[in-house]
C-alpha cells in the first residue's frame, strides 16, 4: 500500500477513494466511528495498512497524517488526523488500532 507518494492531502484521501477506501472513519470518545455507514469499531476490529503523513510549509498547525484502515467487515476507508489543537480525535484510540501492511 505505500506505494503512493503523495504530495498533498486531498490527494491522498482522493487516490484512495478511488482504490476502494470509500468510508470516512473518525475517533469519538469510546469507538471509531465510520461516518456514512454510522457503524462504530473498536479498535481491535480496524487494521491500518498504511500511513501518509504531510507536514505544514510555514505552519505547524497544517500537520497531518491519513490513515487507510480496512475493518474487520471488510470496510475500507480512511482516517485524518490533524496535528491542530482543535482536531476533535481521540487520539488514545487511534494508537490503538493494530497496523500491518495490506
Same mark, same amino acid.
Given at each position: 500500500m505505500d506505494k503512493h507518494s503523495f504530495t498533498t492531502l486531498s490527494e491522498a484521501v482522493n487516490t484512495l477513494t478511488a482504490e476502494? =477506501?470509500?468510508?470516512?472513519? #473518525?475517533?469519538?470518545?469510546? !469507538?471509531?466511528?465510520?461516518l456514512y455507514s454510522k457503524k462504530d469499531y473498536q479498535p !481491535?476490529?480496524?487494521?491500518?495498512?498504511?500511513?501518509?503523513?504531510?507536514?505544514?510549509?510555514t505552519d505547524p498547525s497544517d500537520e497531518a497524517t491519513v490513515f487507510a484502515i480496512v475493518a474487520s467487515d471488510g470496510t475500507k476507508g480512511t482516517l485524518v488526523m490533524s =496535528? !491542530?489543537? #482543535?482536531?476533535g480525535?481521540?487520539? #488514545?484510540?487511534?494508537?490503538?488500532?493494530?497496523y500491518s501492511q495490506e
Amino acid at each position: 500500500m505505500d506505494k503512493h507518494s503523495f504530495t498533498t492531502l486531498s490527494e491522498a484521501v482522493n487516490t484512495l477513494t478511488a482504490e476502494g =477506501y470509500k468510508e470516512d472513519f #473518525e475517533a469519538r470518545e469510546n !469507538s471509531i466511528l465510520a461516518l456514512y455507514s454510522k457503524k462504530d469499531y473498536q479498535p !481491535s476490529e480496524l487494521n491500518i495498512v498504511a500511513t501518509f503523513r504531510f507536514e505544514g510549509i510555514t505552519d505547524p498547525s497544517d500537520e497531518a497524517t491519513v490513515f487507510a484502515i480496512v475493518a474487520s467487515d471488510g470496510t475500507k476507508g480512511t482516517l485524518v488526523m490533524s =496535528y !491542530s489543537a #482543535e482536531h476533535g480525535q481521540n487520539v #488514545e484510540l487511534i494508537r490503538q488500532i493494530p497496523y500491518s501492511q495490506e
